[in-house]
């Protein structure tokens, strides 16, 4: 059995030179990253990862993989030991996540690691300790794979501990790392467990029911499949439809030839097919397989192989863009005649103007029925009935309004606006951003502001106390102008939106149900909680049994 395992070696300092140095481990996510790629590498089936304080005390991976045969072991924590490259053409054409033999070396030259392990062709099991930088190799009981332990991690470099987060964030980010992974490696299974409580588990599975456990089975539900293929190219992989959107990249992940790698110009060509099928700053989901001849991937250009070079990047960016067009081109896009979604009648508008004959807009109508403990409206739809969260829809409906268009109408008498001195620093420094949200405000001495002009698409009641709700959402932390464009959409949505608990007459919810048809988004708010849930006439009749 040994025989047929890759034996550890030590890079020649002719290749050890070629490889792109730098720090692998920066918190305790990059130490995770290295150990389940090992593990991946190792052919393992099942990765458990287990920390304690945002795994600052102590992280665990291990693995059902192929181990470490004892003669091996005194080697792995050498600089540039590794048993998956030998020579410089090798560094050409890499096939494993791993190839510079530099991460358990430089683990070990922060933190207190101890590694067991075991072959299927060894009775017993090896477990090594390094003592002052010396290995110490001794036998000891294990299953066959491996498991490494990282304590104490920048016990003797203070300064590098200065710059993680709290145990809270980094323990965020492990997981983060772990779901990474397990989406690229739906096949294997995944078990993530914190200061002792199982945070993730995820069991052999399909690439869908991956996304569905990662992401949620609704998200999953609106994901379509992609698939492009040339002669050595393959881009393939779950993109979401237009009905969902997210306001950060932070669902959008891509793995080449399964290492994960910075999105970069490869969101630029997964999100230009669905420009005019999303609104502006909506992003879409999707995990992308890209998978090519190794010898077109230069993987060795950054030291955690975060980054990548493509050698024929026009084919590799259009591969991805074909494959997104060819899946999205059953959802037209809205341009030139088509009336844009922030033109639609708003509530506050007097009652619609239905076509004659025609009860619903779209095929897919929902029909108001009734309210629901004044905070639900229950509506039929064409096949079954629909459950909509008042709040949330409205949410969601003036939300993208206030993002999709700039339009404002004059408040006569503008409003007069009293604030402390924080406040008026805060709205000062925000007026741009305001106005093109439709918001004017008119500095009116220190602490007084005129408030001129309105967004058309919100209700003009109750302005002073939302703008002061708006003093707080300016002086959170910084974030990028995008994303604080959309926190105060948000949260200017949320403000004025419909509350549960509102009275609504049936006109008035058809009107909410009609909008939210209409909505890019009608599946969540702004926060990604369901707007509606939907239950069908084949789901209600095998509930009463009328159908198996
Ligand atoms: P690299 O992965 O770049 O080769 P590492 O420092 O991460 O370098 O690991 C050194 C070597 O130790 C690997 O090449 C591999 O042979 C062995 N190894 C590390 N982790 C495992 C594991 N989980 N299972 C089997 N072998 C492992
Ligand atoms: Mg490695």
């Known amino acids: 059995m040994t025989e047929s395992l890759p034996r550890i070696r030590i890079l020649p300092p ?30 393992a089936a099942a990765i458990q990862v287990e920390m304690r304080d945002g795994g600052l005390r102590v992280l665990r991976v291990s693995d059902n993989g192929h181990g470490i045969p004892r003669e091996d072991v005194p080697l792995v924590a050498e600089h540039f030991a590794t048993s998956k490259i030998q020579s410089a053409e090798d560094l050409a054409a890499i096939r494993t996540l791993g190839f510079r033999g530099e991460a358990l070396s430089s683990i070990a030259a922060v933190a207190r690691l101890e590694l067991v392990t075991r072959t299927a062709g060894e009775l017993e099991g090896t477990r090594l300790r390094l003592l002052e930088g010396k290995p110490v190799v001794e036998p000891a009981a294990s299953p066959v794979g491996t498991s490494v332990t990282v304590r104490d991690l920048f016990y003797n470099t203070p300064a590098r501990r200065k710059f993680l987060k709290s145990p809270l964030r980094e323990a965020e980010l492990v997981q983060e790392t772990v779901v990474t992974y397990s989406l690229a490696y739906p096949s294997i299974a995944f078990r993530l467990i914190a200061d002792g409580r199982e945070r993730y588990a995820a069991p052999p599975a399909t690439e869908l029911e991956r996304i569905g456990l990662a992401w949620g089975r609704d998200v999953a539900a609106e994901m379509i499949p992609i698939s492009w293929e040339a002669l050595d190219l393959r881009a393939r992989g779950y993109i979401s439809r237009p009905t969902v959107a997210r306001s950060r990249r932070d669902a959008q992940l ?29 992003r879409p989901l999707a995990v992308i397989h890209l998978e090519l001849d190794p010898r077109w991937v230069d993987v ?26 060819e899946a999205l081109s059953a959802y037209p896009r809205q341009e030139g005649a088509a009336t844009p979604f922030w033109a639609f009648p708003t509530l506050a508008e007097p009652a ?55 339009r404002s109408k004059p408040l006569q008498p503008p409003l007069r606006l009293e604030v402390t001195s924080q406040e008026a620093q805060r709205l000062d420094s925000h007026l741009p951003l305001l106005a093109e949200l439709g918001i004017e405000l008119e500095p009116f001495g220190s602490r007084t502001f005129l408030v001129r002009n ?19 959402e300016l002086g959170r932390v910084p974030r990028s102008e995008g994303e604080l464009r959309e926190a105060v959409a948000s949260k200017l949505a949320c403000l004025s939106a419909i509350k549960a608990g509102d009275v609504l007459s049936l006109e008035a919810m058809q009107g909410l149900l009609d909008s939210l048809e209409a909505a890019w988004s009608p599946a969540t708010c702004p926060h990604g909680r369901p707007a509606i849930i939907t239950l069908s006439l084949t789901e209600l009749e095998r509930r009463f049994g009328r159908r198996q």
């Open 14 to 43: 002719t290749v050890a030179d070629r490889i792109a140095a730098g720090e692998v481990v920066e918190r305790p996510a990059s130490v995770v990253k290295e150990l389940i790629e090992n593990a991946i590498d190792a052919r």
């Open 352 to 406: 619609l103007l239905r076509e004659e004959g025609a009860e619903y807009r779209s095929a897919g109508g929902l029909r108001a029925l009734a309210q629901l403990h004044h905070s639900y409206i229950v509506a039929q739809t064409p096949d079954g009935m629909a459950l909509i969260d008042q709040h949330a829809a409205h949410e969601q409906i003036l939300f993208e309004r206030l993002l999709g268009s700039r």
């Open 254 to 282: 891509f793995f080449v030839n399964g290492r994960p790698v910075r999105a970069g110009l490869l969101a630029v060509m997964l999100e230009r097919p669905y420009e005019g099928r999303l609104p502006p700053a909506r």
């Open 300 to 325: 060795n250009v950054h030291p955690r192989k975060a980054e990548i070079r493509f050698a024929q990047e026009r084919s590799v960016y259009g591969a991805l863009s074909r494959a997104v067009e």
């Open 454 to 472: 309105w967004p058309e698409s919100l209700p003009d009641k109750e302005i002073p106390a939302i703008l002061l709700a708006l003093c707080e």
